[in-house]
């Protein structure tokens, strides 16, 4: 196992005592899970600060495994601190479009309107990791998550029908996990350029600005907490 710890990002809903990244948890010492998260409230600006700044905070770098919505808001934090980053595992991500930057979009709510999709980046997250994904996920196509790991430089692993890692599930042991984590990772690519970590060029204020800018239509929804 590496020595780097590993950071637990759970989705949508959280992960509770049967769910994988629990029993992962109880599974690896030098695992911890975030906090200071609404579980219930999917809010993209808020989980991505949050992850962001336990990657900043950490004494070295991490090996992040993000589940479902926990998975869009981690990309936003890495493409912010790749330096922080030993090891990216996404698994089952969230489909962006199914969310606006105040949560879980209305099914009334028009197509086209505001979606995460406009301010994931499009671009290699320049970290080692890997998006593991099913064919059966209801929550995100396989097709459509390969489509994003690209986007981020990433590999794909196909989990086949494994349904229990999907979006709105993930319950379960997964030994599976156990031993690729096992596997020594490989080196992170370099960087080629300078990647803008914070304020008005970094991924999280960009999606801030977009936050901004849906809450001031006249019929987008207000905040909730």
Request: proline share 8%; glycine share 8%; with cysteine.
């Amino acid at each position: 196992m590496s020595a780097s710890p590993i950071l637990i990002v759970p989705g949508f809903k959280g992960s509770g005592p049967a769910h994988w990244q629990t029993w992962l948890q109880a599974q690896i010492p030098e695992s911890t899970r975030i906090n200071g998260i609404d579980w219930d409230k999917p809010v993209l600006a808020l989980w991505a600060e949050r992850v962001r700044d336990e990657l900043a905070r950490a004494t070295q770098p991490l090996r992040v495994i993000a589940h479902s919505f926990g998975c869009l808001a981690t990309v936003v934090a890495v493409a912010d601190r790749p330096e922080q980053v030993a090891e990216l595992i996404l698994v089952a991500p969230a489909d962006p479009d199914r969310f606006d930057f105040t949560g879980l979009k209305p099914e009334d709510l028009p197509f086209g309107s505001f979606s995460l999709s406009e301010a994931l980046p499009r671009r290699s997250l320049h970290v080692n990791g890997t998006v593991i994904a099913s064919r059966n996920d209801p929550w995100l196509t396989f097709e459509k998550a390969a489509g994003l790991a690209n986007d981020w430089g990433l590999d794909v692993y196909d989990a086949g029908q494994a349904g229990h890692i999907n979006a709105d599930s993930g319950f379960g042991p997964w030994p599976d996990l156990l031993q690729m984590l096992g596997k020594s990772p490989k080196a992170a690519p370099e960087i080629s350029a300078p990647v803008l970590k914070k304020g008005r060029g970094s991924t999280l204020a960009a999606v801030r600005q977009l936050t901004r800018e849906q809450l001031e239509k006249p019929h987008s929804r207000k905040f909730r907490f």
